[in-house]
């Protein structure tokens, strides 16, 4: 009976998990070796990760408004509230934080739903052979950079983030669905949509016959 490296079934597994990040894969393959379920084929490995480990688990959708302070170096504390929302996963320290592309704001993605929607945008984009989707993804891109909370759950937002985004001294955060939007606490509030239009908006976008708990 013939046995794979793990790095080959890493990435083999990569082939039927596309976005999951290798060392998930890598702790899956181990729980299989150690249950002492043995494969003739990696690929027959798929069948058992529902019984043995959540790849996919659901993303996070984030809750809550919460304020805090950056200083002058560009560190602000990461609210309790939101790390205790993303779990106890290694992966939940590393954030991918980047412009807004509509808002004057800077969006804090974590690494594992960054990654699942980079392989939903693959999917769509063809950026070495189509010009506009080359475009689009240069400007999606700038400004991006991988964050890690130290050891006081601090991040460090560069310099140059801070310019684009206002940040100075009062911070807010808020969870929009798997996103963490971080606003300097003056636009933030400057930016409040007055009810009437809101409401309008929502009328809009659903209608008046939408069932939001159906």
């Not at 794979?4 to 702790?27: D, W, Y």
């Not at 590393?94 to 808002?103: A, C, E, T």
């Not at 310099?159 to 807010?172: I, T």
């Amino acid at each position: 009976m013939r046995f794979f490296s793990l790095e080959t079934s890493c990435h083999r597994m990569n082939a039927c998990f596309q976005g999951v990040p290798s060392v998930r894969i890598l702790k899956v393959i181990n729980k299989v070796v150690k249950s002492g379920k043995k494969c003739k084929k990696v690929e027959k490995m798929c069948l058992l990760l529902p019984t043995i480990y959540s790849v996919r688990k659901p993303m996070v959708n984030f809750v809550g408004e919460h304020t805090g302070k950056i200083d002058v170096k560009g560190r602000v504390p990461l609210p309790s509230q939101l790390k205790r929302q993303m779990g106890e996963s290694e992966e939940s320290v590393r954030f991918v934080l980047k412009k807004s592309i509509y808002k004057p704001c800077l969006e804090l993605h974590p690494m594992e739903s960054w990654q699942t929607m980079m392989a939903q945008l693959s999917k769509k984009l063809n950026p070495i052979f189509n010009k506009k989707h080359n475009a689009f993804l240069t400007e999606f891109s700038k400004g991006t950079i991988e964050l890690m909370l130290d050891s006081m759950n601090r991040l460090l937002v560069p310099k140059n983030l801070m310019d684009f985004a206002g940040l100075s001294k009062d911070v807010v955060f808020l969870g929009v669905e798997g996103i963490v939007e971080v606003w300097d606490k003056s636009r933030y509030e400057a930016s409040k949509m007055p009810q009437d239009d809101f409401e309008q908006l929502a009328g809009e976008i659903f209608g008046d016959d939408f069932k939001l708990y159906e």
